[in-house]
C-alpha cells in the first residue's frame, strides 16, 4: 500500500514538474537568458582581474621590503667599511653579520617574489583567456539575439498573415451570405410587385375599407355578368344562321307592317 501511494505521489510530482517545465519555458526568453549569463561571466571576470590586482600589490609590496633590507644592507656594508678603517675590527664584524643575516631575509623574499609574480603571471594569463571567451560569447549572444528576434518577427507575421487569411474567408463566407440573402429580397420584393400589379395582393399604400370592397365586389359581378350576356349573345347569332333568310323575309316585313301601320295612323290622324 505504501509503495503504491509513494508511486502515485512521485507520479503527481513528475506531473507538477512537467507542467511547471512547461510555463517556464513559455515564459522564458532566451534574450533574458543570455543577457544574464553573460552578466555572471563579467562578474567571475572582474574577480579574477581583483585577484590579479591583490596579487600584483603583494608582489609591489614584497619589492618595497626588499629595497628596505637592501639599502640597509648596503649601509652595513659601508659602516663595516668605516669601522675597519678605523681599526675597529670587531665593530666591523658585527656590521658584516647583521648585513649577513638581511641577506637571508632578501632571499626569502626573492624566493616569494618568485612566486608571487609566477602566480600573478598565471592569473594574468587566465584573465585575458576569459576576457577573450567573455567576448566571443558577447559576438555570439548578440548573434543569437538577433536572430531569435528575427525568428520571433517571422512567427508573428506568420501568425498575422494566416489570422488575416482566416479572416478573409469568413469575410467571403459573410459576403456569399449576404449576397444570397439580398438575391432572395430582391427575388421577393419582385415577387411582390409582381402580385400587387396583378391585384393579387392589396396595395397597402391605398388601403381599401369594407365598403370599398363590397363597391369592387358589385364591380365585379357586373363585369362578369356583362361577358356571359356578350357570350350568349354571341352563341345566339351563332345559332340562328341557318334560317337567316326567313329571317329576313320577317324582318322585312315587319317593318313593311310598320309602315303600313304607321301609315294608317297616319290617315287616320289626317
Known sequence: MLGVMAGTLKRIGGIFQAKANKVLDKAEDPRDTLDLSYEKQLQQLQKVRRG??????????????????????????????????QGNEDLAREALSRRAALGEQLAELKTQHDQISEQEQKLIDTSQQLQTRV?????????LKASYTAAEAQTKVGEAVSGISDSMGNSGQAMQRAQDKIAS???????????????????????VDDIQKELDKVTATSQ???????????????????????GAGEAAALPAADQGGSASGGGADS
Open 185 to 207: 429580397m430582391q427575388a421577393r420584393a419582385g415577387a411582390m410587385d409582381e402580385l400587387l400589379a396583378s391585384g393579387a395582393l392589396n396595395d397597402l399604400s391605398t388601403p
Open 135 to 143: 567576448e566571443q560569447f558577447r559576438t555570439k549572444k548578440e548573434t
Open 52 to 85: 590579479v590586482a591583490d596579487v600584483a600589490t603583494a608582489r609591489k609590496r614584497l619589492e618595497l621590503q626588499a629595497q628596505g633590507l637592501q639599502k640597509q644592507a648596503d649601509k652595513l656594508q659601508t659602516q663595516a667599511k668605516a669601522a675597519l678603517q
Open 224 to 246: 362578369v355578368d356583362n361577358e356571359l350576356a356578350a357570350l350568349k349573345l354571341e352563341l345566339g347569332a351563332g345559332a340562328g344562321a341557318g334560317g337567316s333568310r326567313g
